[in-house]
């Protein structure tokens, strides 16, 4: 992990506030003109109630745009204060205190306070919320008013990680009191005052004059995202000018993307992974050993060849990727062996295997054709895979967490135990695998608290090797952020690596060239 340390957020939490308001290089950045991308992962369910988000669109046009969080993950991975101006630790890091920036107002022109902060965060662990950060949240045992500006924090357990998890694009800072209003409308301290709202169509917003940020961020006097989920429609906005960036290129169209003198290819490799989640409380996939056969039957180093077409690297069944600090890559590969699935098949008291995967280009770009080469490299193992080609319009709210077995995608979290905590603790929302380990759980909560780096790491390798062994998520590769942008925009020379398109942040660290 690039950037400030655990340690050393624990010991100097007001150093790390103060860094930077955003993770912008200090070289000058031109103001002005209007930006419009054409962006993927849109429904007409979408609102800006943070704690339904799960795709760039919405990310992309509430946390990198109309609304702020606590801490914000610079693009060299170091974390930076956004409403937070500082923080300090107990020694156990079971206690956080954050010190807020003062002079702050909402869009409907609230002074911003510790009453929005605690109200926000309550709204995660609200009877009935389904929010993917309410374990975060619930990891929380007392929210304390220190003062008009301050927030005393009292874990159930240390969390050395704590402030990191404050940057989670659910947790959205509302309006006390106005809640439902600024779901409603769009009310936030962000960069940008919304213009125009229409669900899973487009955003509009322009620039709020005199905004806390200042000069440092938000470049562009109005920002437009455009609804494209399909790949070929958005290649085309951009080669004919109607946007100036798109996420998620089609890797088939590379060449001719590359080719056009106005148009610049970025490549980030992070930590996203592309994923085929099975519901283990659902049989077949409540056996261990069925499990494991699916995940010897599968070819991963073909998807990466035909699917990322190179852009990417082959993954172990791990969500833990090389950009992480934690990442265990002496752990050996998961490979392709018809022998070892029929071998486990045998284990669950089966001779061969039907099962149904449904799939979708909204869970990742050729979804499709991953699942079409999952089936034929499975046939030789015993196993029949019948591929459903699902709707990409209400994919995630009709698909995935509900179908047994799926395709999915993670852009990977900047901490181990983010990571784990939002997808593979027992009984979180977004647990896409209804997965629950005594001994995982045993070490997650385990590393969560311990603050010795050596010990650390032994404990999340451990981790990894059991999601290898015994998860209940295939993960067969782990997939570069290839997205392209207009020559006319001008970009930071560092990229962020924890999620597509600069970390969804582009509306307020990008500029007109």
């Avoid at 004059?209 to 494209?228: C, P, Q, R």
């Amino acid at each position: 992990m690039n950037g400030i340390s655990r340690r050393g957020l624990l010991k100097s939490g007001v150093a790390a506030g103060v860094l930077g308001v955003t993770g912008l290089p200090l070289r000058a950045q031109s103001r002005g003109g209007k930006f419009t991308a054409g962006l993927s992962g849109a429904n007409t369910t979408d609102s800006w109630d943070g704690r339904t988000h799960s795709d760039v669109f919405m990310i992309a046009a509430a946390l990198g745009g109309v609304f702020d969080a606590l801490t914000e993950v610079a693009a060299d991975g170091s974390l930076q204060g956004e409403l937070a101006e500082s923080w300090e630790a107990s020694a156990d890091a079971k206690v956080w205190t954050f010190n807020l920036r003062q002079g702050v107002t909402f869009h409907n022109g609230k002074a911003f306070g510790a009453d929005d902060v605690i109200e926000s965060l309550q709204l995660h662990v609200a009877e009935g919320s389904k929010s993917a950060a309410q374990p975060l949240v619930a990891a929380i045992k007392e929210m304390k008013k220190l003062g008009e500006h301050q927030v005393e924090f009292t874990l159930e357990a240390g969390n050395a990680d704590f402030p990191y998890l404050m940057s989670d694009y659910h947790l959205l800072i509302y309006p006390a009191g106005q809640v439902e209003e600024a779901i409603a409308q769009g009310i936030g301290t962000g960069l940008y005052q919304v213009v125009s709202f229409d669900p899973g169509v487009r955003f509009v917003g322009t620039r709020v004059a005199d905004h806390y940020k200042g000069e440092s961020a938000g470049f562009f006097d109005e920002v437009e995202l455009i609804a494209i989920n399909d790949n070929t429609a958005r290649m085309n906005a951009l080669m004919t000018g109607q946007v100036d960036a798109i996420n998620r290129i089609d890797f088939k169209v590379e060449a001719l993307l590359k080719a056009n003198p106005n148009v610049n290819l970025q490549e980030v490799t992070g930590n996203q992974h592309y994923t085929f989640p099975m519901l283990t409380g659902s049989a077949p996939f409540d056996d261990v050993n069925v499990r494991r056969a699916l995940k010897y039957g599968i070819n991963r180093q073909e998807m990466v060849d035909k699917i990322l077409l190179g852009h990417g690297k082959v993954g172990n069944d791990s969500p833990i990727g090389p950009a992480n600090q934690y990442y265990n890559a002496e752990m050996e590969q998961l490979a392709y062996d018809p022998d070892k699935a029929k071998f486990y098949l045998k284990e669950a008291g089966l001779d061969s295997l039907s099962i149904d995967l449904s799939a979708s280009n909204a869970a990742f770009e050729g979804a499709v054709d991953a699942a079409q080469l999952y089936q034929a490299a499975a046939a030789p193992c015993g196993i029949d895979i019948n591929v459903v080609q699902e709707p990409a319009d209400g994919y995630w709210s009709n698909v995935w967490l509900k179908k047994p077995f799926c395709a999915s995608y993670w852009t990977g979290r900047a901490t181990e135990d983010w990571m784990f905590s939002s997808a593979y603790e027992a009984g979180v929302p977004w647990n896409d695998s209804q997965w629950d380990n005594a001994r995982f759980q045993e070490l997650l909560y385990s590393a969560r608290a311990e603050l010795d780096s050596d010990k650390r790491r032994e404990q999340y390798y451990e981790m990894q090797q059991i999601l290898r062994d015994d998860g209940g998520v295939i993960i067969p590769m782990f997939a570069n952020f290839v997205q392209a942008v207009a020559s006319r925009i001008a970009t930071p020379d560092t990229i962020g690596n924890t999620a597509q398109m600069d970390n969804n942040r582009m509306l307020e660290r990008w500029s007109v060239a």
